[in-house]
């Protein structure tokens, strides 16, 4: 069986290259659109829905994850809950 090896990693293992800034001390999405390409990408991966949010110069991911309410930024080229 023949697969790509990006199709196999989860959206946690797979590097965040999209430009970020940087809003008290937590790094986010510099773009909409970015953060809702790995938005789509997050909700695949955790099953339910996942918007974004502008938090003040940034964007984060938005969701529910195991009954909790739940943003996302980056951490490391990774993606990183925030709370």
Not at 18 to 36: H, M, P, R, S, W
Not at 37 to 58: N, S
């Amino acid at each position: 069986m023949i697969f790509d090896a990006e199709e196999a990693m989860t959206v946690f293992a797979m590097p965040v290259f999209d430009a970020t800034v940087i809003y008290e001390g937590k790094e986010l999405f510099k773009g909409k659109g970015a953060a809702g390409m790995w938005a789509d990408k997050l909700a695949a991966e955790i099953g339910g829905p996942v918007t974004v949010e502008k938090i003040g110069t940034g964007w984060a991911l938005c969701g529910r994850s195991d009954d909790v309410d739940c943003k996302w930024g980056i951490y490391g080229q990774r993606l990183k809950r925030l709370d």
